[in-house]
């Protein structure tokens, strides 16, 4: 609602620059700030002035008109999802809880990585090693998870978005390994190449992730890749670029799960909690624990 509410006001300024403009062709008399007008005839170097200042004006406020159009999702960005999500009676309708959490079974406080759907564009254990080298601890990856229709009751495919949503996500993993979910000693993390939405946030049309952290320890983040690699906007694919946005959005929340760092409003910070374009990720420092 609130993308709404700026998108008419800034569509407001627009015409409302763009009439002023269109009057002072007509009449020849500038509308300045102030209220002062002038006249071409009389005043040319006022009038000129004014002219300016109200071109700069409608510049800005189409440059943020734009923004809020193409951030509350009524224009369409030129996003092709690399992987789309399988619909139909082909998936299976229930995911099957697993007795076993091989990978993830070491006793002590641990890290855990594991694949929903579509593997990330980036390998599973490159994404380890990552991790592993920057906690300085081992991180183990647990076996693969399929899309299923269903997952505790519910839809796990929005089939109108053509997305998984991250709640849907959670009830996935959490009903394949009951073991491991809200345990205070495991950290886990749910990799994904498939594009995601968050059910909580419906008026925004897509997320690259969350990250819950439970009473008491432990917690578990999402990630899709699916909108950090610049092929999937029609570019040329750049290999390096998708590794490090996806590695940005893993510190950011290792940071929190981990360090107990709290989001903040500053786009360049490691755990800055307004992401919402591959540019954020961009802007964003990469996070270094503490040693």
């Known amino acids: 609602m609130a993308l709404i509410a700026l998108g008419v006001f800034a569509a407001t300024l627009d015409a409302l620059g763009v009439f002023w403009l269109v009057q002072a062709g007509v009449t020849g008399r500038a509308y300045g700030v102030r209220g002062l007008t002038a006249d071409r005839a009389t005043q ?37 999802a690399r992987h789309p999500v399988a619909t139909g009676r082909d998936l299976p309708e ?57 997952a505790e009751g519910l839809p796990v495919i929005e089939e109108r978005r053509g997305q998984v949503g991250t709640g849907a996500v959670e009830r996935l993993v959490r009903s394949t390994y009951p073991m491991l979910w809200g345990h205070r000693d495991v950290m886990l993390v749910i990799l994904t190449g498939h594009d995601l939405w968050s059910e909580s946030r419906p008026q925004q049309r897509y997320a690259f992730g969350a990250v819950t952290v439970w009473n008491g320890g432990g917690g578990f983040a999402i990630v899709s890749s699916a909108r950090m690699d610049p092929a999937a906007y029609g570019r040329a694919g750049d290999p390096g670029v998708l590794e490090r946005r996806m590695q940005v959005l893993l510190g950011k929340y ?18 800055y909690n307004a992401v919402q374009s591959p540019a954020d990720l961009d802007r964003m420092r990469a996070f270094s624990p503490p040693r």
Do not use: K
């Open 94 to 150: 229930l995911p099957i809880a697993r007795g076993s959490s091989a990978g993830c079974e070491e006793p002590a406080l641990r890290v855990c990585l594991v694949a929903v759907g579509a593997a990330p564009d980036i390998p599973v254990d490159r994404l380890a090693r990552y991790a592993s080298t920057l906690l300085a601890s081992p991180v183990g990856i647990l076996d693969p998870i399929v899309l299923t229709r269903h």
């Open 254 to 271: 290792f940071a929190i799960l981990r360090y107990g760092a709290t989001p903040n409003s500053d786009p360049t910070d490691p755990v």
């Open 44 to 80: 040319p170097a006022r009038f000129w002035l004014n002219v300016s200042v109200l071109v700069a004006f409608v510049g800005v406020s189409t440059s943020y008109l734009a923004w809020t159009a193409v951030s509350s999702g009524v224009l369409v960005s030129g996003f092709r």
